[in-house]
């Protein structure tokens, strides 16, 4: 079962920004690429770091401690196996933005593609 918690506005979030909220708990990153947002966990899975400041190339983000990259439409590293965040179904509602949180917290994002050059 999910809930929808309200995170903020659209407005809030525009191409090419990222916000941080605190949900239950726990901390996550919200992205606006395109248009298109994806919400992940604040978490790096190899070692705890924050994501918020990793840098991106299209939906790839780097993580800043050491460098492992996660694609923000599944959370996964890229290639077979490797690690994975958890990532969130974000929702707009008359200009609201929520995140869906699961139990198990690894809902998949359904987003389109993005350009990532690497
Ligand atoms: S903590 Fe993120 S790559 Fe090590």
Redesign the pocket.
Known sequence: MSRRIPVGTVDELLPGQRKLVFVDGRSIVLFNIEGTIHAIDNS??????S?ASGQLDGCMLR??????RFDLRTGRMPGPGGLAVGTFLVHTSDGKLELSIDESSTALSSAPACKATT
């Open positions: 790096c899975p190899h070692n705890g770091a994501l993580c800043p401690a050491h460098g492992l």
